[in-house]
């Protein structure tokens, strides 16, 4: 029992530690569309209207200069499959409209274009996430900028994050 209690404090002491490595503190995104692991509707992939769903932005570090938005597919056969990236968004941003792009800049996808590309796996279920980043300071990259420009720029800059992961599979 003893062991036990020594192992629950040292998480309990350990945990701010592990978030702090790990980016800092914890943001949230949600959507009205669904809910956190469950299906994304149809209407924001490759079969529908391929259109953002509605997104909104939480618990923004007061010290945050600028906000990253990534969305990928760690599911995709060639390995991570980036949706869409959008960088230097205001941190007072809190709503994201369903089909919209926050003003920011963007950068290019794995679809080869700029904006959102939705859900279109070639087979079985994906997971999409949607992740929200709180940098220190504003990037310095180009428009049309490929996810590797991004992550490095980035890098050492993140003070918070959250993620929202939803399901999406084609029905043939």
Same mark, same amino acid.
């Given at each position: 029992?003893?062991?036990? !209690?020594?192992?629950?404090?040292? %998480?309990?002491?350990?945990?701010?530690?592990?978030?702090?490595?790990?980016?800092?503190?914890?943001?949230?995104?949600?959507?009205?569309? +669904?809910?956190?692991?469950?299906?994304?509707?149809?209407?924001?992939?490759?079969?529908?209207?391929?259109?953002?769903?509605?997104?909104? !932005?939480?618990?923004?570090?007061?010290?945050?200069?600028?906000?990253?938005?990534?969305?990928?597919?760690?599911? %995709?056969?060639?390995?991570?499959?980036? =949706?869409?990236?959008?960088?230097?968004?205001?941190?007072?941003?809190?709503?994201?409209?369903?089909?919209?792009?926050?003003?920011?800049?963007?950068?290019?996808?794995?679809?080869?274009?700029?904006?959102?590309?939705?859900?279109?796996?070639?087979?079985?279920? =994906?997971?999409?996430?949607?992740?929200? +980043?709180?940098?220190?300071?504003?990037?310095?990259?180009?428009?049309?900028?490929?996810?590797?420009?991004?992550?490095?720029?980035?890098?050492? =800059?993140?003070?918070?994050?959250?993620?929202?992961?939803?399901?999406?599979?084609?029905?043939?």
């Amino acid at each position: 029992m003893r062991k036990v !209690i020594i192992a629950g404090a040292m %998480a309990i002491l350990l945990a701010p530690i592990a978030s702090f490595a790990a980016g800092g503190a914890k943001m949230k995104i949600t959507s009205s569309a +669904f809910q956190e692991g469950a299906n994304i509707p149809s209407k924001f992939s490759c079969d529908g209207a391929n259109t953002s769903p509605p997104l909104q !932005i939480s618990d923004v570090p007061s010290e945050a200069k600028s906000l990253v938005l990534i969305v990928d597919d760690p599911d %995709a056969p060639s390995g991570l499959f980036t =949706h869409w990236t959008v960088w230097n968004i205001s941190p007072q941003t809190s709503t994201i409209a369903e089909g919209s792009t926050p003003k920011g800049m963007q950068g290019t996808n794995d679809f080869g274009k700029s904006g959102y590309g939705g859900p279109c796996p070639p087979s079985g279920t =994906h997971r999409y996430y949607f992740k929200i +980043f709180a940098l220190d300071r504003e990037l310095d990259l180009p428009f049309g900028a490929k996810r590797g420009q991004l992550d490095a720029a980035m890098k050492g =800059h993140v003070i918070a994050q959250g993620e929202l992961m939803g399901r999406y599979s084609r029905k043939k």
